[in-house]
């Protein structure tokens, strides 16, 4: 599976947008991009996948650039509640392919 | 009723002890896994079984021996345990392998290795 890089650390204010950049330069065209956070002393938690196009549902919206070498995850307007660290994940969707998970990148929420 | 649930959520132990980590889902999923998470936050796949066969086994010791008696179950045997074992283990379950299934996981088993 290709490899992801993410700032380690981040800070956003309640309310704002929150925009975690992901990198996957070496992505290949049949590996899906995912997000997963994980709150603290909690498993890790689904938040969204695509592939080519920009995704969105009731928790974020993932905007994947046109070359697919990188995206970025949007939390519209975030919240306490959205203080975790989020990984970014590339995985080819395919028998016995697991998902890897990296160092994430902490967003803190400030009030 | 949770989804994947794991017990017991902290264990604390001496080194040398066997000890045992249930997990049970109620999705009805086909795949189970074991990840193992360390002090610096690396969550690592250990195993994973789909219909109670071992599907990946990455290079864990053998004192780790997985067990499936259903596909809604996967339990985590350690034998020996080692002061390095002492991490935070999840069990998370998925429909099946196999196309962009989600993960569910567990909240966790806190492993202290004393």
């Known amino acids: 599976d290709a490899k992801t890089t993410q700032p380690t650390s981040m800070d956003c204010a309640e309310g704002r947008a929150a925009n975690l950049p992901c990198n996957h330069s070496?992505?290949?065209?049949?590996?899906?991009v995912y997000w997963y956070r994980q709150i603290h002393s909690q498993g890790p938690q689904y938040i969204i996948h695509?592939?080519?196009n920009n995704e969105t549902n009731e928790m974020a919206s993932l905007i994947i650039t046109e070359d697919r070498k990188s995206s970025t995850l949007i939390l519209p307007h975030a919240t306490l509640r959205d203080t975790a660290v989020y990984y970014c994940?590339?995985?080819?969707?395919?028998?016995?392919?697991?998902?890897?998970f990296g160092t994430g990148t902490s967003l803190t929420v400030i009030p | 009723d949770t989804a994947v649930s794991q017990t017991p959520k902290y264990l604390v132990t001496q080194m040398g002890n066997d000890k045992s980590i249930k997990c049970e889902q109620n999705?009805?999923?086909?795949?189970m896994y074991w990840y193992k998470q360390d002090s610096k936050k690396f969550l690592k796949i250990m195993f994973s079984?789909?219909?109670?066969?071992?599907?990946i086994n990455e290079t864990v010791p053998n004192r780790f021996s997985p067990k499936s008696p259903d596909k809604a179950h996967l339990n985590l045997h350690i034998n020996s345990l080692e002061l390095g074992d002492s991490a935070v283990y999840f069990c998370?379950?998925?429909?099946?392998?196999?196309?962009?299934?989600?993960?569910?996981f567990g909240s966790g088993t806190q492993l202290s290795v004393l």
């Open positions: 998370a379950s998925s429909p099946s392998t196999t196309g962009y299934e989600k993960l569910f």
């Open positions: 070496t992505i290949s065209g049949n590996e899906y």
């Open positions: 695509g592939l080519k």
């Open positions: 994940i590339v995985r080819v969707a395919d028998t016995g392919n697991q998902f890897y």
């Open positions: 999705l009805g999923h086909d795949t």
């Open positions: 079984y789909n219909n109670k066969e071992l599907i």
